[in-house]
């Protein structure tokens, strides 16, 4: 029996549902979080969006402050953040760098476990949140890769080659924090100092721009840098280096606005 299918719409829809504000944010839930909107979160940031009434201006400026806020949030810099940081000190794989960075799959993986079950402002949400961060931590301790790169050592040799494979000098207060936390050794005081500079500000401040830029790859265009229909770095350096030159204001640089307007992204969801 023969199919036949006949197309009636009399004009094309023009409609993207990513204009959609509820789309929208739940969307940034799904990709930047992994996980489906917790009520209060969902209306909080409706609400900083749909306060602009028909205002277009005031959509456009809150569309991108919700959509940065998602990148900025405890949840994504102790989830996704967590996984860059831990995977610069392990194997020196920096996100500026497109030779070393966390390829986007392992990317998604593993931040999907680390956040497994987060929901922050939720009750024990940093309880499992230590957890899952612990587990991840002792996963890479115990992986052979990193016991070739960091043989069992003193303390002090053990954190300076960590700094080391990071590429960032410590302050003194957090080359001897990390020493502490190190202890008696064994695979705990390796996890505990491991961990230790993972988390210090100096590696939290040389990771936050190339990361932010990461994060729009990985987060509104699903893909690596390098990938199709890139094949290269440069769109990456261009946002960085413009970051940098505003100081890191996404709003000046203009950079979260480009991402989310772009034709790549709003083709995931429908006509551009």
């Known amino acids: 029996m023969a199919v036949t299918i006949t197309d009636d719409d009399a004009v094309p829809t023009t409609v993207n549902p ?77 996100s500026a760098d497109p030779t070393s960075r966390v390829p986007y799959l392992q990317f998604m993986r593993d931040t999907r476990q680390v ?5 922050v402002g939720q009750p024990g949400f940093d309880t499992l949140l230590e957890a899952n961060k612990q587990a991840y931590a002792q996963q890479i301790v115990n992986d052979p890769a990193f016991l070739a790169r960091f043989p069992i050592t003193p303390a002090a040799e053990y954190v300076d080659a960590l700094y080391a494979s990071a590429a960032v000098a410590p302050t003194a207060a957090e080359r001897q924090a990390a020493i ?25 401040q040389a990771e936050f721009r ?6 729009e790859y990985y987060g509104y265009l699903r893909r690596n840098p390098t990938d199709a ?9 261009f946002w960085l280096s413009k970051l940098n030159q505003f100081n890191g204001d996404f709003n000046k640089a203009e950079m ?10 709003r083709g995931r969801f429908g006509q551009p």
């Open 18 to 94: 990513i204009d959609d504000t509820n789309f929208f944010v739940r969307q940034h839930y799904l990709d930047f979080l992994g996980r489906e909107p917790d009520t209060s979160g969902f209306q909080f940031w409706t609400g900083q969006i749909t306060a602009c009434g028909s205002d277009a201006a005031c959509i456009s400026d809150r569309r991108v402050n919700v959509s940065a806020a998602f990148f900025l949030s405890i949840e994504f810099q102790e989830t996704g953040g967590f996984v860059i940081r831990t995977q610069r000190v392990a194997f020196g794989r920096q």
């Open 115 to 119: 956040g497994a079950g987060v929901v």
């Open 180 to 204: 502490n936390a190190f202890g008696a050794g064994g695979t705990a005081g390796r996890v505990a100092a491991f961990r230790s500079v993972a988390d210090s500000d100096t590696l939290r």
């Open 210 to 215: 190339p990361s932010f830029v990461l994060s």
């Open 229 to 237: 229909p890139d094949f290269n770095d440069s769109g990456y350096q």
């Open 256 to 265: 979260v606005k480009a991402f989310i307007v772009s034709q790549e992204y």
